[in-house]
């Protein structure tokens, strides 16, 4: 069943040496903490760079007595905690816009032992790059506070709180921007994850990809979504809307294949404006409310102005494969031009449009994207086009960005006579 929200308030009682980070806002910090604890808190705040709070040389082994942390968690799904007397402190906040525009600071703070102090050490930094991310780029984190803690499970996510572990700079940074980026995904748009897998983790896979990018720019780094070979799958072949349980291959399905389509959905087929915009709408349109895979469908396609039934048929909802293929090309001279006439098929179950590419001996290339609309009536579709120069060469998908399952047909060679090349 879907999770309702609700609001909570919560005392933990742990030993005096302990560390809490919790579901919620600490709200007896002044009670609690040290007087230089308490004020390191406070800097932090109101400081973009990490506050060390509690270090190393500062941790206690035993107790010598208890301590009661208060915590309040507001419109959350649940409440999650987290304790420790091993625990390394810090913290920092980032400035973000409200929803109505006015600047907040969101706190984010980490918790680890000294033994993974080696790649921890940028964990803050991690946390804020994520929380102003997605806060700018999907909707403002309505929390304040964000915490990490380090732990056993490789990632899990609770609101306000994050469990992570990660083995490098690299793999903490991912699993990081993965916990904390399900506070958008299920924690705001409240999806049943347990029925629709891919409606949490898929979409939080394919938002992390470009919170990848930003983060990493123009240094080295394996992106998050790559592309795509559907016909590594074909021994497996269910649909993305399938009840997780009945997953073997729930990785997949669940994570990488709708995060790939999302993107491909944004990068080939909507555009990158026309997707984000309508991407936003249904954000905010579903923001603490829990909708259905129909909502996502209707709600895209309103928003885009787009009739997309195809694609959520073919790609979420049914087991459909792409296989198109280039099964003749013809040209001829008109004066200065070429007339090139390209036979395509639709060789598979499922339709798409077509990114064509032609080759000419002069060196020049020229791309065309041929709409869905093609394959209303047939299978076979023939088009001519006018290019300055013989055409050599004829492919499609040349960025092999389409989930086709056969790739060897998707280019033609021409042989060209002395007199055209």
Not at 77 to 82: C, E, I, N, S, Y
Not at 103 to 108: D, G, M, N
Not at 314 to 321: A, H, K, P, R
């Amino acid at each position: 069943p879907i999770s309702n929200f609700g609001n909570y308030t919560v005392a933990i009682t742990v030993p005096d040496n302990h560390v809490v980070l919790a579901s919620g806002e600490f709200t007896n910090a002044s009670q609690v903490l040290s007087e230089d604890e308490n004020s390191c808190l406070q800097m932090a705040m109101k400081s973009d760079e990490t506050i060390l709070i509690r270090g190393q040389d500062e941790l206690v082994k035993e107790s010598s007595g208890e301590q009661t942390w208060n915590f309040e968690g507001h419109q959350i799904r649940t409440f999650a905690w987290a304790t420790s007397a091993s625990f390394i402190w810090e913290a920092a906040s980032i400035e973000i816009n409200t929803l109505s525009g006015e600047p907040t600071r969101i706190l984010c703070q980490v918790g680890y032992p000294e033994e993974v102090c080696t790649f921890w050490d940028e964990a803050v930094a991690y946390v804020q790059h994520s929380i102003k991310y997605y806060s700018e780029t999907l909707y403002p984190y309505p929390w304040p506070q964000m915490s990490m803690s380090y732990g056993k499970a490789g990632g899990m996510e609770y609101p306000m709180l994050v469990f992570c572990r990660g083995r490098t700079h690299q793999s903490l940074f991912n699993v990081t921007d993965h916990e904390v980026g399900h506070n958008w995904f299920p924690m705001i748009v409240n999806t049943d994850e347990r029925r629709h897998a891919w409606m949490d983790e898929g979409f939080n896979t394919f938002i992390n990809h470009y919170s990848l990018e930003a983060f990493y720019g123009d240094r080295e780094h394996k992106p998050d979504v790559s592309k795509y070979n559907a016909s590594a799958f074909l021994t497996d072949v269910k649909p993305i809307n399938t009840p997780p349980d009945l997953l073997q291959s729930r990785g997949h399905l669940s994570y990488r294949k709708p995060g790939y389509g999302l993107r491909f959905l944004r990068e080939e087929i909507l555009g990158e404006e026309r997707f984000d915009e309508a991407w936003l709408k249904y954000f905010h349109t579903w923001a603490f409310k829990s909708p259905r895979p129909a909502d996502f469908y209707r709600t895209m396609e309103d928003a885009s102005g787009g009739d997309l039934q195809w694609f959520f048929r073919g790609f979420f909802e049914e087991t459909l494969q792409l296989d198109q293929a280039i099964t003749n090309v013809t040209q001829q001279q008109s004066k200065d031009i070429w007339k090139v006439r390209v036979t395509i098929e639709n060789q598979h179950s499922w339709v798409c449009p077509v990114a064509l590419r032609i080759h000419c001996a002069d060196g020049s290339m020229h791309d065309y994207k041929l709409p869905v609309t093609i394959w209303a009536w047939a299978t076979k579709h023939k088009q001519s086009f006018e290019v300055p120069s013989p055409a050599s060469y004829v492919e499609i998908d040349p960025m092999e960005a389409y989930p086709d399952v056969n790739r060897t047909n998707n280019a033609f060679n021409i042989i060209l006579s002395k007199a055209a090349q």
